[in-house]
T-cell receptor, first 111, second 115 residues
């Protein structure tokens, strides 16, 4: 059983579209995260969320919004996609401040 | 603002060599430091986590050390194997503020172990 799973693995879309990436964890963790890995392979935190608060990195455009229907899911919604949004997006989960477990990533290509 | 630097950016060694990867961070107020491995086209796999109160952690052929006061960590890999070829990432989490769990990553060291 995959601990942290993301879908889809690949996402190709046109500029201006709205898209979502799903993330689920079956580890019983209380905190989930979204990271962005750019073309230079640099990983940067976008959001962290537990059942108490959402922490947003100040550099993330408000076109990006996380949605958590329950403790095991943190989906990423992106509105009005831009070319610069092309990257690999990773979901992760952990007990707060413990080892983070990462999904396999979603490669987003905006044309 | 916390910045994490990893040196070297790339390293190529023959099989069997012992090697050291370096990580430095600018703000010593960390809660923990983690080393990850990333294989091409894959997600990250956690290798070792060192709490700020610890000096080192070991797992098999891997040993990670932490010197919080000087802002440095090293990852020692003994008797390297071709299967160790991957990008190794160092990340720290803050000890204060509302985003303690968020990791700040270095840019990684790409390791190639030649048979």
């Amino acid at each position: 059983d995959t601990a942290v799973s993301q879908t889809p693995k690949y996402l190709v879309t046109q500029m201006g579209n709205d898209k979502s990436i799903k993330c689920e964890q079956n580890l019983g963790h209380d905190t989930m995260y979204w990271y962005k890995q750019d073309s230079k392979k640099f990983l940067k935190i976008m959001f962290s969320y537990n059942n108490k608060e959402l922490i947003i990195n100040e550099t993330v455009p408000n076109r990006f919004s996380p949605k958590s229907p329950d403790k095991a899911h943190l989906n990423l919604h992106i509105n009005s996609l831009e070319l610069g949004d092309s990257a690999v997006y990773f979901c992760a989960s952990s007990q707060v401040r413990r080892i983070q477990y990462f999904g396999a990533g979603t490669r987003l290509s905006v044309l | 603002k916390q910045e994490v630097t990893q040196i070297p950016a790339a390293l190529s060694v023959p099989e069997g060599e012992n090697l050291v990867l370096n990580c430095s961070f600018t703000d010593s107020a960390i809660y923990n430091l983690q080393w990850f491995r990333q294989d091409p086209g894959k997600g990250l796999t956690s290798l070792l986590l060192i709490q700020s109160s610890q000096r080192e952690q070991t797992s098999g052929r891997l040993n990670a050390s932490l010197d919080k006061s000087s802002g440095r960590s090293t990852l020692y890999i003994a008797a390297s194997q071709p299967g160790d070829s991957a990008t190794y990432l160092c990340a720290v989490s803050r000890s204060y503020g509302g985003s303690q769990g968020n990791l700040i990553f270095g840019k990684g060291t790409k390791l190639s172990v030649k048979p």
